[in-house]
């Protein structure tokens, strides 16, 4: 099966554009999916095993076949030149519309009677002549678009705004030219108004708002785009690391393993370790972090990352392609792309949307034609005018342009500008989980805490302290925790001597254990004490307990059946973790702590910043149990942890927050991956997609209520009752004033901050 593959697409222009193109290429065989993201101008095809080479060129002529531009996407700076030209058309259109609209309006409305020009009204003919650059240049789009999309059995906005002009200008025409017309009849010849100016004002404000929601547009994917531009094309490769020579080569040539020289102000090329050099790097750009961070030799650093004050050797560790850079930016591509279950029942209303306005505007413009019913209400001097304005008005205000771009423009600007503040999430359903969330779990090591533990005291029993701590760290080795480097360091302070340990296993959720000179030794909890059968007395069980209610982290360690004694190790909370669990308290969340660690330093920790309800001693594979009976509560659950121990909890959790984006177990586990290691930052991305489910329904709500008031207004049916009627030109400024307005509230959320500023 074809990894999923993206297209560029053009020419979508309302919700039932999207439905279109999705119906038509997710019939194409091969095709196992397609998701179109309307603000976005772009689909995500997914395969089927039946594809073969030739399944994207059968996509792309099904989806040109009805009227839509489309190609393999391109790189996005590329993308945007596009954009930017195409918006630079649109807005000449826009100019033409807009200032024949002026003399348009004069001459119809306005204008005294100017003669005759043979049998013909002057007033009406320059009319005409005004209108006709307008319906047949800046209108085209929408009358090819709207035969394109009836051809392939589909209706979308272009039918509606091909419709109502076509039937004014239609109208309009006949009645001007109705005195050369051979037995024209007296609904033409008795008629007094014409409508160019609904004409010229229908496609002026259409296009007028098709262009304010393009430059909106660029402006909601400029996160994105930012994030694109942040990687250099070259690289200063070091070839001769003798003599420190370099030359420039292109990014994607660089090997893993290869030696950079950056520069002071220059940005890192790739993901890499730092060989040589102490200097500042500003990391604002990827997460949001505010201060310079100091680096030094054998520190990772990061690709779009810019160094301040000096000039550093970087040892890459990852190819051109696959950097966090460009893993950030394919998460939040992927999540910009996804759909609620809102959107795809909006996306069912807008497939049925345009052949219900159609019929509901015939049957209002007969009814007001024959009824009579308008007598004395009526504008116009027949009825024939009133149909034709009721047809027109209902037409052109009912485009649902506002129900396609309501969910995606909110979904675009809120995955961006949780990108530019080092909070990204992976999609729609994380958003929506988030925002009905009512209670956070974390975990308490590299959560609450730094997750740099230090050793703080070591208590002996049976040995000496370079055996404890050198028995200690030969089997750390084999483990990846914190609580390792902790003791590799302290070990290094006191001896270089250690003993030989193989057969090195790790109980998950206790320790490890392995064989000294025959003799099974072991470092862990007390679970894993227990399970190799050491024992200890009260007395010593007293003076665990005792040293565990400091807060500190017991690593015990024996040798055989005797409990050589144990490393205490300390792990400072993060300054920002009480402020993180009281806001979290003020949100409505009920925070709960999930640690393998002890009773007596679980709680310690909980005291310290504000947490109540603890469970502790938990294993790793009984995390996920936990959550699932916080569940069965029917309570939403989000779980923060550190993506590696906690990878079931996360994934079996409503929302998964991994604290680092650094591990490929954080990027499957978890629905949000913060950049940075913040609990505050946990608190912020449930508080970015409450935010953001605010928007889209907002969107929504004013999307229905729009056309829920617009269109019964449009077909006349307060016309009797309070003489309202909404002539072409007003529904014409009304629907795109909707389309500009649920796109302009979604931007809005480009101002939103996390709780850290």
């Known amino acids: 099966m074809q990894d999923p593959l993206s297209l560029n697409i053009t020419g979508m222009t309302c919700g039932a554009c999207v439905v279109s193109v999705e119906k038509v290429a997710a019939s194409v065989q091969g095709v196992a999916g397609i998701s179109v993201n309307l603000p976005l101008n772009q689909g995500r095809v997914r ?323 024959l009824s009579g019913a308008a007598d004395g209400h009526n504008p116009f001097g027949t009825s024939g005018e009133l149909a034709i304005m009721v047809i027109v008005s209902t037409l052109v205000i009912a485009c649902p342009c506002a129900l396609g771009l309501a969910t995606p423009t909110a979904l675009i600007v809120g995955t961006g500008v949780g990108a530019k503040h080092g909070l990204l999430i992976k999609g729609i359903h994380a958003l929506e989980q988030a925002h009905r969330t009512d209670t956070l779990v974390v975990d308490k090591t590299g959560t609450l805490t730094s997750g740099k533990p230090r050793v703080s005291h070591i208590e002996l029993l049976d040995t000496e302290v370079k055996e404890i701590l050198g028995l200690a760290s030969a089997l750390e080795d084999e483990s990846t925790h914190p609580l390792a480097d902790a003791i590799h360091t302290s070990c290094a302070n006191v001896t270089t001597d250690r003993p030989t340990v193989t057969d090195v296993r790790t109980l998950p959720g206790m320790g490890l254990i392995g064989d000294a000179d025959g003799t099974l030794v072991g470092v862990g909890n007390a679970d894993l004490m227990e399970e190799v059968g050491v024992k200890w007395d009260v007395e010593i069980d007293q003076r665990m307990q005792a040293a565990a209610r400091k807060g500190v982290t017991l690593v015990l360690v024996s040798h055989g059946l005797r409990l050589l004694g144990w490393i205490e190790a300390s792990d400072r909370i993060r300054t920002s973790s009480p402020r993180a669990v009281e806001v979290a308290k003020q949100m409505g969340l009920d925070v709960i702590m999930l640690t393998g660690d002890r009773k007596e330093a679980a709680e310690s920790a909980a005291k310290d910043v504000g947490i109540d309800t603890v469970f502790a001693g938990v294993k790793p594979d009984e995390k996920a149990a936990h959550i699932q009976r916080l569940q069965a509560e029917g309570r939403t659950v989000a779980m923060v942890g550190d993506g590696i121990n906690d990878a079931a909890a996360l994934s079996t959790a409503d929302v998964g927050i991994a604290m680092g984006a650094g591990s490929d177990i954080a990027l499957e586990a978890a629905d949000f991956i913060l950049l940075r290691n913040d609990l505050i930052d946990a608190v912020s991305s449930i508080k970015l997609g409450r935010a953001t489910m605010r928007r889209i329904r907002s969107n929504l709500a004013w999307a229905f209520l729009y056309n829920a008031i617009g269109i019964p207004l449009a077909m006349g049916v307060f016309l009797t009752s309070t003489g309202l009627l909404l002539p072409p030109a007003f529904a014409a400024a009304a629907m795109s004033l909707s389309s500009v307005s649920v796109v302009g509230n979604s931007l809005l959320l480009r101002g939103w901050k996390p709780l850290r500023e």
């Open 47 to 369: 395969f089927s095993e039946e594809a073969n080479d030739t399944t994207i060129d059968r996509v792309i002529h099904a989806i040109e076949r009805i009227g839509f531009g489309a190609s393999q996407r391109r790189n996005a700076p590329h993308s945007s030149e596009a954009a930017r030209t195409e918006l630079n058309a649109q807005r000449t259109k826009v100019a033409v519309a807009l200032l024949l609209a002026i003399p348009t309006l004069w001459l119809t409305m306005f204008a005294p009677d100017m003669g005759q020009f043979g049998s013909f009204d002057v007033r009406m003919m320059l009319a005409l002549i005004a209108t006709s650059p307008v319906y047949f240049w800046s209108g085209w789009q929408f009358h090819v678009g709207a035969w394109k999309s009836l051809r392939s059995g589909i209706a979308n906005m272009d039918v509606l705004v091909h419709l109502g002009t076509t039937v004014a200008m239609l109208w309009s025409v006949l009645v001007t030219l109705s005195p050369a017309l051979t037995n024209a009849p007296e609904l033409l010849t008795e008629a007094n108004h014409v409508f160019y100016d609904g004409v010229v004002f229908i496609i002026g404000f259409v296009l007028l708002g098709n262009w304010i929601e393009s430059a909106a547009k660029v402006k909601a994917t400029d996160a994105v785009l930012g994030l694109m531009a942040m990687q250099p094309k070259t690289a200063r490769l070091v070839y001769d690391e003798a003599l420190l020579h370099t030359e420039a080569r292109n990014v994607q040539a660089i090997a893993v393993g290869a030696l950079l020289k950056v520069l002071v102000g220059e940005t890192i090329p790739l993901d890499g370790t730092v060989e040589d050099g102490k200097v500042s790097i500003d990391e604002s750009m990827m997460t949001g972090e505010p201060y310079p961070v100091r680096k030094k030799h054998g520190d990772t650093v990061m690709a779009g990352t810019v160094v301040l004050d000096g000039t550093v050797f970087v040892r890459t560790t990852k190819p051109a392609g696959d950097t966090l850079l460009d893993d950030i930016i394919e998460l939040v591509e992927e999540a910009q792309m996804g759909k609620a279950p809102i959107q795809r029942l909006v996306d069912r209303i807008a497939s049925i949307f345009v052949p219900i306005v159609v019929l509901l505007a015939l049957l209002a413009g007969g009814f007001w034609w």
